[in-house]
């Protein structure tokens, strides 16, 4: 599948400007990551089916086209993605939300799942997964696998930040998911932190740091 880039729009690199900078404070962070998520997700549900039905404007009766709601779910990643879930519910307010809770093993940078609770029909919707840095693809991977076991068929995974190794995982693992960023950055570090990127996406929003 592909990987669709949002940076060249000049709204979105502003954005992420602000973002990046280490200056920038815990609300203003908070409100952009939650801005650009809306951002992706106008452009993640640019595929997304309507359906007919009538409706009365204060001048008469038409026909016009709405979305089924109840066809999606969307599921962040513990705690980072849930930064991005006010900008996304903005957008459709009724889709059931579901929570993968994991943590990176600070030596082998791999994700542990400590929580999972997504709604029971969760197998009939199309899942958008949610979280600010996709760095080694770790804890994505695991998210879109816990999520299949599930029965899910159509994914969707949304982030701020990317890395190409984080990009080369996921698709080796999930190549029928569809990967929505803002900004492809240039690699990771030793540390696994993308470079240039914008430090911890969890830490920032939540002012823990």
């Known amino acids: ?12 690199e502003h ?15 908070r409100e952009i990551v939650s801005e650009l998520a809306t951002l992706l997700c106008y452009e993640a549900m640019k595929d997304a089916k309507l359906q007919e039905v009538e409706i009365e404007t204060p001048i008469q009766k038409m026909k016009t086209k709405k979305i089924n709601e109840n066809n999606y779910a969307f599921v962040p990643i513990l705690r ?11 957008v459709v307010p009724n889709a059931k ?3 993968i ?4 093993d600070e030596e ?10 997504v709604p029971k029909d969760i197998d009939k919707r199309e899942v958008l997964v949610l979280d600010p840095m996709l760095a080694t693809g770790g804890s994505g991977i695991d998210a879109i696998e816990l999520l299949k076991q599930k029965g899910v068929k159509r994914i969707k995974f949304l982030c701020i930040i990317s890395a ?7 698709q080796e693992k999930h190549p029928d998911v569809e990967i929505y960023t803002a900004a492809i950055d240039e690699k990771l570090n030793e ?8 430090g911890d996406a969890g830490d920032r929003i939540f002012g823990t740091k």
Request: proline share 6%; hydrophobic share 40%; aromatic share 10%.
């Open 15 to 29: 954005k992420l400007a602000i973002l990046r900078d280490k200056n920038t404070g815990t609300k203003e962070f």
């Open 1 to 12: 599948m592909d990987v669709v880039e949002l940076k060249s729009h000049p709204l979105v």
């Open 80 to 90: 980072a993605g849930t930064g991005m879930l006010d900008g996304i519910i903005r």
């Open 101 to 104: 809770g994991m943590y990176r």
């Open 191 to 198: 540390k696994a932190y993308i470079v240039p990127g914008l």
């Open 97 to 99: 939300i579901g929570h």
């Open 108 to 117: 082998t940078f791999k994700p542990t799942v400590y929580f999972f609770k």
């Open 164 to 170: 190409p190794e984080g990009i080369k995982a996921m």
